[in-house]
């Protein structure tokens, strides 16, 4: 029996260890397995560098960001995620975050957010169309307990590095139930909340020409274009000089155009008052303006009307390691006005008037500019009633002068005022109006009027010259006696000839 006692305790205790030597092995197998996991993600990590996604501050990437090759209006160009991002185009990408600084049980809706480049070497495109609008999609619940955000941006890669980072923020709200004796109602309460993604990409290819690119058809051809110009003021005397003054643009926001020549050509009437109708411009950066002014003159015969100015732009660009020239050409119009000098001379009228009479009003017009001058036209204006007229003249040639002439009658005697107003349209079709007022006295007569009996009445004789009339008066007698009597004479010979030849017929 104690023989058996001792055997079946040694069983015993082989077993124990058996068992304790199992769970070690079992153990140190796990440590080995758990050590090899990690040592495999370290060195997953460390091949991988870059292209999974990381993040900072309380907004987490989940998800790593698909880029969107897209147009110059933001429409997607190919319906697959691109592999490669390259410097100067547009994209659209996509990301999720995470917000953990939100509970999903926190949220019952959101009104809106927004995504903005902070640094990196993505930048937000933003334009004034609204083509590239750069927002928080969608807000979600997730398993983790924490609030999902969809998020959208529209961004231009400069090609400097992989880093990409946006500030991305969002307003949401909880809804609570509040309730009376006569009503319930609901509220809600609204919070924000915002951080920072900061992200590498991978695979990111700057065009540094190292390589021929195969996209570099979406590049725009870059031109030229005239944003603006101006000739100090609103139009231009015929005759004068001014400053024109034209703003130019670079339209391409990827390539820069260098060996500028901007060249000026205008119509006969137009000149350049100094220096050349060419100018050089050395470089013109992506996107950039420039102004230039220059000293333009008119000639004194220069018809009004807009005259053409073209401006001619050519230009170098560089693209696919390939130097490459540009043209562009612009129309610019210049509105020529000729100095009016169309002229009314002042209204003939008399100051005394007579009842039952008729009144002659004149004025006399020339047109001393180089245009003609349109319907001039002219209208007889009196606070006497019945005193009123108008007619029309029509077109006036340069140089071309006449009277404009009115006749009325006033009847009753007094004071009576009025204007003769002048109407006519210069060479730009804007209407004139000149006015010359007049006024005169109707003579009170006390019922007679000018002729009746002055034909009877004694004039009176001039007091004065009295000597050098009468002597006018005997030079004249004496002057018809002396004619009177040289034709006597002369009578009297021709009877006499005559009878004496009748008398040597009659023998």
């Not at 090609?159 to 709200?173: A, E, N, W």
């Not at 807009?306 to 230009?315: A, I, L, M, S």
């Not at 660009?317 to 169309?342: C, H, M, N, S, W």
Request: aromatic residues 8%.
């Amino acid at each position: 029996m104690k023989v058996r006692s001792k055997f079946t305790k040694v069983i015993c205790i082989f077993l124990a260890a058996l068992m304790l030597l199992t769970t070690f092995g079992m153990l140190f197998t796990q440590i080995a397995f758990a050590a090899n996991d990690d040592d495999s993600s370290s060195s997953s990590s460390s091949d991988d560098d870059g292209e999974l996604p990381t993040s900072t501050g309380s907004l987490r990437l989940i998800t790593k960001p698909q880029f969107y090759r897209v147009d110059s209006d933001g429409n997607d160009i190919d319906d697959e995620p691109t592999k490669k991002v390259k410097e100067g185009y547009r994209y659209r990408v996509e990301f999720t975050v995470l917000d953990r600084s939100v509970n999903d049980d926190e949220v019952d809706g959101f009104t809106g957010g927004f995504v903005a480049s902070n640094g990196g070497y993505f930048d937000t495109v933003i334009d004034t169309d609204g083509n590239f609008e750069s927002s928080v999609t969608r807000v979600r619940g997730s398993s983790s307990g924490y609030l999902e955000l969809e998020v959208e941006a529209y961004v231009k890669f400069n090609g400097k590095g992989r880093t990409m980072s946006f500030d991305v923020g969002y307003t949401y709200y909880k809804e609570s139930n509040s309730s009376s004796d006569e009503s319930s109602s609901t509220d809600r309460t609204y919070h924000e909340s915002s951080g920072t993604v900061v992200t590498k990409i991978a695979e990111a290819i700057v065009t540094d020409g190292s390589e021929d690119d195969e996209d570099s058809y979406l590049i725009a051809t870059p031109n030229i274009i005239v944003t603006g110009y101006n000739y100090g003021g609103q139009e231009v005397m015929a005759g004068s000089e001014f400053p024109l003054t034209i703003t130019f643009q670079n339209t391409s926001d990827t390539l820069a155009l260098e060996n500028i020549i901007m060249d000026i050509t205008t119509t006969t009437d137009l000149a350049i008052a100094n220096g050349s109708n060419s100018t050089y411009i050395e470089k013109l950066g992506k996107g950039e303006k420039q102004t230039k002014t220059l000293q333009m003159s008119t000639f004194s015969s220069t018809e009004p009307k807009p005259q053409q100015v073209t401006v001619k732009f050519t230009y170098e660009y560089i693209l696919d390691k390939t130097r490459k020239t540009g043209e562009r050409t612009e129309e610019l119009a210049i509105p020529v006005v000729q100095l009016d000098r169309f002229s009314i001379g002042e209204l003939s009228v008399p100051s005394q008037l007579w009842p039952g009479d008729s009144t002659y009003l004149s004025v006399e017009y020339v047109n001393k500019g180089k245009t003609t001058i349109s319907n001039l036209a002219a209208r007889l204006e009196s606070d006497v009633p019945g005193i009123s007229d108008s007619q029309t003249i029509g077109n006036i040639a340069p140089g071309e002068s006449g009277t404009i002439d009115f006749s009325f009658t006033a009847n009753d005697s007094g004071s009576i005022s009025g204007k003769v107003v002048i109407i006519y349209e210069d060479a730009k079709g804007d209407e004139k109006e000149i006015e010359r007022p007049f006024s005169a006295t109707v003579m009170d007569m006390g019922g007679m009027y000018p002729d009746d009996g002055m034909a009877n009445m004694p004039m009176p004789m001039p007091e004065e010259n009295n000597q050098t009339s009468a002597a006018t008066i005997v030079m004249a007698v004496v002057g018809g006696l002396m004619v009177a009597g040289l034709t006597a004479t002369i009578i009297v010979k021709k009877v006499k000839a005559k009878r004496e030849e009748e008398q040597d017929e009659d023998i």
